[in-house]
Every structure is written in C-alpha cells, then in structure tokens.
C-alpha cells in the first residue's frame, strides 16, 4: 500500500496521472468512484490529490492500481485543493533512456 501526492497533470477515461516536483506515476481504475469523478468532472487536470492504493506494475511500469467500486480508506483519491498549475517537465529521449 502506498500514499502518494501530486498534482492531477492528466484525467481520462480509467486514468489519471500524477506528478510531482521529482517524478509521476499513473493511477488507474477499472471502474467506480475515480472513473465517474472523471467522467463528471470532479476530477479533472490540475487539482492536488492524495491516493492511497496498492503499488502495482503494468508493462513494466509502477502504477496504482485502485479496486473497483466505491473508495475505502485504502482505496482512494482525495482532492485536497483544485486549479493549480501544472508543470510539465521537459526532457530529451536521451535523458529518458539514461535516467528511466
């Protein structure tokens, strides 16, 4: 189980990632509470959240991977505040290759 906070940098479909000062990672669902917080627009780009879910990998990449369904308090996304801006960091194929 992991405890993360980042600021929402993209919402879609089952997704949403996360990003920090010093990395992302994705967050995904199935379906229940997190899909329909996107689909109805509570959840969307540029809100600060907190997840709580279990660490998974998915084509070799860390993710969370949330349980279907309503959020529990080890299965969730809180929103902690909305509108802030997002960052994006920007990096060469070289740097990604080296530094993963």
């Not at 780009?45 to 529990?72: C, H, K, M, T, W």
């Not at 308090?73 to 993963?100: E, H």
């Amino acid at each position: 189980m992991v405890r993360v906070r980042g600021i929402v940098s993209r919402a879609w479909g089952r997704s949403i990632y996360i990003q920090d000062a010093n990395a992302g990672i994705g967050i995904r669902q199935s379906s229940g509470a997190m899909v329909d917080a996107i689909a109805n627009g509570t959840l969307k780009e540029g809100d600060s959240v907190e997840v709580i879910g279990p660490r998974n990998d998915f084509n070799n990449y860390a993710q969370i991977q949330l349980a279907s369904g309503a959020y529990s308090s080890t299965n969730t996304v809180i929103v902690l505040a909305s509108n802030r801006k997002v960052t994006p960091i920007q990096i060469t194929v070289k740097q990604l290759n080296q530094n993963g």
